[in-house]
C-alpha cells in the first residue's frame, strides 16, 4: 500500500500539471519578491512609522523607536503649514483640493475641446496628433524649466521682456512668487501638461460612437450645439467621469510639477510636497509618515467612490 502511494505521489509530482505548476511559480516569485521589497513592505513600514517618533538620531535603530501613537497626526493637523489659516493662508490641506479639483477640470475640459477638434478630418491631422502629445510624453525636468525660464522674473524673462517690450507692463513680474498668481499657473501648468491623457481617452470614445445618431440628428434639424449636448455628452459622460476620477487621484497625489515650478512656496504648498518637508528638511519622519498616510486616506475615499460609482455604472 504505501508502494502504490509512493508511486501516485511521485507520478503526481511529475506529471506536466505539476511541472508547470512549479515553472509559475518560479516565474511568479521574483517578480512577487519585487513588488513585496519596493510596494508591500514600504507601504506597511510607513504606516508603522507614523506611530513613532523616527528621526535621524534613531535611524540606526529604527526598529526600537518609542511608540507615541497618534501624536503624530495630531502635530501634523495642529500644524500651521497643513491647517486653514484665513484665505491668506490656505494651507496645505486646502490648497491641495483646490489645486487638484481645478487642475482636473481645466483638464478635462481642454482634452475634451482637443478631442473634438481632432475628431474632425483635416490635413497633417495625424502630425497635429503627435504634436499634441508632447507635452504628457516629454520629461517634467525638461518642460518644468521651460516654464521657468518663460516665468523668470528678471527682465531678459520671456514672458516679462515680451509685456514690457508691448508696453503692456512697466517694471517686471515675479508670476510664480506671486501668491495667488503662482497657484493659477500651477493649475494650468498641470492642464498643459496633461490634457493629452484625456484628449487621447475622449478621443477613442468620439471614434466609436454611431455616426448614424448625428446623421438622424441632422434630418431633424438639430444645431451643431444641440448634437453636442444630446448626442456626444451623454456618449461621453461614463469616459469623463472616470477620466476625471483618476486624473483626480493622480493629480491629488502629484509632487513633482509644484516642486519643481515653485518648490511649494508662494501659496502652492500641497500635501505632497509638505510630506517631503516634514521628511527631508525637518527631519520627522515620523510626521512625514502621517502626513503620507492622510493624503493616502483622502485617496483610499476618491478610489472608493471611483469603484461604486463609475465602475459599476460601466458594468451597467
Not at 91 to 108: D, E, P, R
Not at 186 to 193: L, M
Not at 251 to 257: E, G, M, P, Q, R
Not at 284 to 307: K, N, P, Q, S
Amino acid at each position: 500500500m504505501s508502494t502504490l502511494s509512493a508511486k501516485q505521489g511521485g507520478s503526481r509530482w511529475g506529471s506536466l500539471y505539476a511541472r508547470e505548476g512549479r515553472l509559475a511559480w518560479a516565474l511568479i516569485t521574483p517578480t512577487a519578491l519585487i513588488v513585496f521589497g519596493v510596494v508591500i513592505f514600504p507601504a506597511i513600514f510607513s504606516v508603522w512609522v507614523s506611530f513613532h517618533k523616527v528621526g535621524l538620531n534613531n535611524l540606526n535603530d529604527v526598529f526600537h523607536a518609542p511608540y507615541v501613537g497618534f501624536d503624530n497626526y495630531v502635530r501634523v493637523f495642529n500644524d500651521y503649514a497643513f491647517k486653514y489659516q484665513g484665505p491668506k493662508n490656505w494651507g496645505a490641506a486646502v490648497t491641495s483640493i483646490i489645486y487638484s479639483f481645478a487642475a482636473t477640470f481645466l483638464t478635462i475640459i481642454v482634452g475634451l475641446i482637443a478631442a473634438l477638434l481632432l475628431n474632425r478630418p483635416f490635413r497633417a491631422r495625424g502630425l497635429t496628433r503627435a504634436v499634441f502629445l508632447f507635452p504628457y510624453v516629454a520629461p517634467v525636468v525638461s518642460v518644468a524649466f521651460v516654464w521657468r525660464w518663460l516665468l523668470d522674473p528678471r527682465p531678459s524673462g520671456v514672458l516679462n521682456d515680451i509685456l514690457m517690450k508691448t508696453g503692456a507692463i512697466d517694471l517686471p513680474l515675479g508670476y510664480l512668487s506671486t501668491r495667488g498668481l503662482a497657484l493659477i499657473l500651477v493649475i494650468i501648468f498641470e492642464a498643459w501638461r496633461y490634457f493629452p491623457f484625456a484628449m487621447l481617452m475622449i478621443l477613442a470614445r468620439l471614434q466609436a460612437v454611431d455616426k448614424t445618431l448625428y446623421e438622424a440628428a441632422e434630418v431633424d434639424g438639430a444645431t451643431t450645439w444641440g448634437k453636442f449636448w444630446y448626442i456626444t455628452l451623454p456618449e461621453l459622460r461614463y469616459v469623463l467621469g472616470a477620466v476625471f476620477l483618476l486624473r483626480l487621484m493622480w493629480t491629488f497625489n502629484k509632487f513633482d510639477d509644484i516642486f519643481l515650478l515653485t518648490g511649494g512656496g508662494f501659496g502652492t504648498k500641497v500635501l505632497p510636497v509638505l510630506t517631503y518637508e516634514f521628511s527631508f528638511k525637518l527631519f520627522d519622519f515620523g510626521r512625514g509618515a502621517a502626513t503620507a498616510m492622510i493624503l493616502l486616506l483622502i485617496l483610499l475615499v476618491f478610489m472608493g467612490f471611483y469603484i461604486a460609482v463609475v465602475m459599476r455604472n460601466i458594468e451597467e
